[in-house]
């Protein structure tokens, strides 16, 4: 996400004027990809980071 948001804010500040203009280009630009980002993946924290090996090797187990 950082370096995404790294490259658009260099592009709206290489097309605007003002810096003022440019963070709030950046703002409207990114504010959707930053809120679908904060959003927990399918199944939650347990889903994205196993507590145990048990369900770590189970998850593997099912992954091609």
Same mark, same amino acid.
């Given at each position: 996400?950082?370096?995404?948001? $790294? &490259? *658009?804010?260099? +592009?709206?500040?290489?097309?605007? #004027?003002?810096?003022? !203009? ?5 703002? /409207?630009?990114?504010? $959707? &990809? *930053?809120?679908? +980002?904060?959003?927990?993946?399918? #199944?939650?924290?347990? !889903? ?5 090996? /048990? ?10």
């Amino acid at each position: 996400m950082s370096l995404v948001g $790294a &490259y *658009v804010l260099a +592009g709206e500040l290489a097309a605007a #004027g003002r810096a003022e !203009a440019a963070f709030a280009a950046y703002q /409207e630009q990114m504010a $959707a &990809y *930053v809120a679908s +980002g904060m959003q927990l993946p399918p #199944g939650g924290m347990r !889903a994205f980071a196993p507590r145990t090996a /048990e369900v770590l090797r189970s998850t593997r187990r099912r992954t091609p």
